[in-house]
């Protein structure tokens, strides 16, 4: 069975509150990333930025807290010695050189990430048609139930394969992939009993 048929295959069980879930995620998180851009007067490509850095083991809520705090101390003419955040030390890092270097376009914030997941986050917040391949993605992709340390690792061929399955899959049901990637995945967390 093929990635895209096992993703429309998951599709299939998706419930309706699942469905709305995926079409709005990313749209709401871009909302988001607009309210703390507005509220800190910087380009949204920036704050979505900084969100993306600073995700890595962050559950969302907290994400959008830190993200707010970094843009806000950077605005404040403070300094990343006073500020923290519920990720690694290096997210911090390139949070704060993304609001240092204040680059003029999405792709330049791109590079700055430089992560294959947080680039696609970032990409996926702006509204770009790509998804975030992890290995929730990996296992609904090749319908296999796995730890997340049994999933083998996702190389740049695999991964850019899968993007293009969600993607595809997404179409045939008028979706984005980041819709079908978000859709599918709150499924998947309900069929399987995933916490």
């Not at 607009?34 to 910087?42: E, F, S």
């Not at 270097?101 to 997941?117: F, Y």
Request: net charge negative; aromatic share 10%; proline share 3%.
């Amino acid at each position: 069975m093929s990635y895209v048929n096992n993703i429309l295959a998951v599709y299939s069980q998706v419930e309706p509150d699942e469905l709305l879930h995926g079409q709005v995620w990313y749209e709401m998180a871009k909302r988001s990333a607009q309210d703390i851009a507005d509220k800190c007067q910087l380009p949204l490509h920036i704050v979505v930025g900084v969100v993306a850095a600073l995700s890595p083991t962050n559950k969302w809520e907290r994400n959008l807290v830190d993200a707010e705090l970094f843009c806000q101390t950077f605005v404040d003419g403070g300094y990343i010695e006073e500020v923290s955040a519920c990720t690694y030390k290096t997210m911090w890092e390139k949070a704060w050189r993304i609001l240092q270097e204040m680059p003029g376009d999405c792709q330049t914030v791109a590079n700055i990430l430089n992560g294959p997941k947080i680039t696609d986050f970032f990409w996926c917040i702006m509204g770009f048609d790509t998804c975030v391949i992890d290995g929730h993605a990996w296992c609904i992709a090749n319908a296999d139930r796995r730890t997340m340390q049994e999933v083998p690792s996702i190389g740049k061929k695999l991964r850019a394969e899968l993007q293009d399955a969600y993607a595809v899959a997404g179409h045939k049901v008028g979706l984005t992939a980041y819709q079908m990637q978000a859709a599918t995945w709150v499924a998947w967390r309900r069929i399987h009993g995933v916490v």
